[in-house]
């Protein structure tokens, strides 16, 4: 019996846990998105509410593109680790060669729990903030 509780309750953290990863990749992938100046692959994963946050994807799409590999110095999310439902920004400090550091907030809202299953969707990316500036 012990076993089959410690095998279950592994599941669930293992399943806890990836959520974290979840929201990495989706973060990443969009801000290579960005990087690559593709405004449409951008609006494909964030879920624009407004045509103020599709508009600041756009411009961020022109303004922040970068050729080669984009490196992610420093990731901060308010949202990781959370065992329900939580919305947040995730402050990610990324730069690509050629290109000083770039500072910019996702918003990223879970749902769900390790029981039932858990979604990560990305709601919005800010413009670039300063350097040493935080998410509000």
């Known amino acids: 019996m ?3 509780v410690f095998v279950a309750v592994s599941l ?3 399943r806890w846990l990836n959520t974290d990863s979840v929201e990495r990749a989706k973060v990443v992938e969009l801000l290579r998105e ?3 100046g593709d405004a449409a692959a951008m609006l494909r994963r964030l879920r624009c509410r407004d045509a103020a ?3 600041l994807a756009r411009v961020n799409a022109r303004r922040l593109r970068s050729r080669g590999e ?8 308010v949202t990781a680790h959370a065992l329900g439902s939580a919305t947040g ?3 990610v400090v990324w730069t690509a060669p050629g290109r000083l550091t770039v500072v ?3 918003l990223v809202r879970r749902q769900g729990n390790p029981v039932a299953g858990t979604s990560v969707t990305l709601l919005r990316v800010s413009a670039p903030i300063g350097r ?5």
């Not at 984009?70 to 999310?77: C, G, H, P, T, V």
């Not at 040493?132 to 509000?136: K, P, T, V």
């Open 132 to 136: 040493e500036a935080g998410c509000r």
């Open 34 to 36: 960005q990087a690559d």
């Open 2 to 4: 012990a076993a089959v």
């Open 53 to 55: 946050c599709a508009r």
């Open 70 to 77: 984009l490196e992610i110095a420093r990731y901060d999310s």
């Open 12 to 14: 669930l953290v293992g």
């Open 104 to 106: 910019q907030c996702v």
């Open 89 to 91: 920004p995730t402050r």
